[in-house]
C-alpha cells in the first residue's frame, strides 16, 4: 500500500522556518517524483516544489525561490522541505505527492497518483 505521511507543519511568525517531511512506502522511492503542494483557504491547490528523487533535480516556484529548499533522503525514503522567510501568504494546508515520472513544479494535481494527508503551515504577521 503507498502511504505518504507530511508532518512538521504549525504555527510560525512571519520570518520564521519550518521544516516539512514526507515519508513514503509502499513503492520504489527512486522511481518517483515527489512534489509539494499547498492550499490556500478558499483556494486551489497548487505546486510549490518538486525533486526528481533518481537524480535529485528540483524545481520550484518563482514565489519560494531563494525561500524554499526541497532534498530528499533516499535511504530514509523521505523528502523534505525547508522553508525560511515565512510570510503570511505562505499560510495554507502543504500536501506531498508522488508521480512515476519526472516532475515540473507546475505539474497538474492530476499528474500525481498518490497523495498524503497534509500538514497545516499558519504564518502569522
Known amino acids: 500500500e503507498v502511504q505518504l505521511v507530511e508532518s512538521g507543519g504549525g504555527l510560525v511568525q512571519a520570518g520564521g522556518s519550518l521544516r516539512l517531511s514526507c515519508a513514503a512506502s509502499?513503492?520504489?522511492?527512486?522511481?518517483?517524483?515527489i512534489g509539494w503542494f499547498r492550499q490556500a483557504p478558499g483556494k486551489g491547490r497548487e505546486g510549490v516544489s518538486c525533486?526528481?528523487?533518481?537524480?535529485?533535480?528540483?524545481d520550484y516556484k518563482d514565489s519560494v525561490k531563494g525561500r524554499f529548499t526541497i532534498s530528499s533522503d533516499n535511504a530514509k525514503n523521505t523528502v523534505f522541505l525547508q522553508m525560511n522567510s515565512l510570510r503570511p501568504e505562505d499560510t495554507a494546508v502543504y500536501y506531498c505527492a508522488a508521480v512515476r515520472a519526472r516532475c515540473s513544479y507546475d505539474d497538474t494535481t492530476m499528474y500525481y497518483g498518490y497523495w498524503g494527508q497534509g500538514t497545516r503551515v499558519t504564518v502569522s504577521s
Open positions: 509502499g513503492f520504489t522511492f527512486d522511481d518517483y517524483a
Open positions: 525533486i526528481n528523487t533518481n537524480d535529485g533535480s528540483t
